[in-house]
């Protein structure tokens, strides 16, 4: 079935440093992704999303970009501050329905000052 | 884009007893979803709530323990039936539009069961 597959965290890093979070996906067709973050107290909320191959998803200095042919959607930020510290998830929609989206595992992020 | 208002935002429960969680959405929608997110885990999904029938539960989640109502388009509650501390979880709910869409959440409910 339908899965992602996320880097495994938790991630510490210091302020200004470059950030990667590895996502994989499995999936028949053609899935929309996400990558959704958590901030510490708070619910879930959309950071980007990409809807085919090639789009990239970008916002708030993070960027994605849905790579069919190495099936991954892996997240970017050229310099994370301390308030990027949250949990991060991965996940997709299928193709073939409307009804459900699939979550990664979570990767937690906190940043040094 | 969608607004869910979710509450409890938190409760603090006696084992043996139950919960019913409150989802409202500012406009009409024909699926809802109950997810539980376990601590320091990722989200799994519950069930799916149809208006006008009855709501579709995810292997290893049963109707008596999680009943569920929808009522009309725009209300549904998750009730978390004689819990245990292992049912301590935060419980969202969530709507997706369409096919592709994004998902919309509530705040969460975070519950602990002493």
């Known amino acids: 079935g339908d899965s992602v597959t996320q880097m495994e965290g938790p991630v510490t890093l210091s302020e200004e440093a470059f950030l990667t979070i590895n996502c994989t996906y499995t999936?028949?067709?053609?899935?929309?992704l996400f990558w959704y973050v958590q901030y510490p107290g708070e619910g879930l909320q959309l950071l980007l999303k990409?809807?085919?191959?090639?789009d990239k998803g970008s916002n708030k200095g993070f960027e994605a970009t849905y790579r069919k042919e190495t099936t991954s959607f892996h997240l970017e930020k050229g310099s994370v501050q301390v308030s990027d510290s949250a949990v991060y998830f991965c996940?997709?929609?299928?193709?073939?329905?409307?009804?459900?989206?699939?979550f990664g595992s979570g990767t937690r992020l906190s940043i040094r000052p | 884009s969608a607004v869910i208002s979710q509450k409890p935002s938190r409760d603090i429960c006696q084992r043996g007893t139950s919960l019913t969680i409150q989802c409202q959405v500012d406009?009409?929608?024909?699926?809802m979803f109950w997810y539980r997110q376990q601590p320091g885990q990722s989200l799994t999904l519950i069930a799916t709530?149809?208006?006008?029938?009855?709501?579709?539960?995810e292997s290893g989640f049963v109707i008596d323990k999680f009943p569920i109502s929808r009522p009309n388009l725009t209300f549904s509650t998750l009730t978390v039936s004689n819990m245990s501390p292992e049912d301590s979880s935060i419980y969202l709910c969530?709507?997706?539009?369409?096919?592709?869409?994004?998902?919309?959440f509530g705040q969460g409910t975070r519950l602990t069961v002493v």
């Open positions: 996940a997709l929609s299928p193709y073939s329905s409307a009804s459900k989206i699939i």
């Open positions: 999936a028949t067709g053609y899935p929309s």
């Open positions: 990409a809807t085919k191959a090639d």
């Open positions: 406009s009409q929608v024909t699926m």
């Open positions: 709530a149809n208006q006008g029938s009855e709501a579709t539960y």
């Open positions: 969530s709507l997706l539009p369409g096919q592709g869409a994004e998902a919309f």
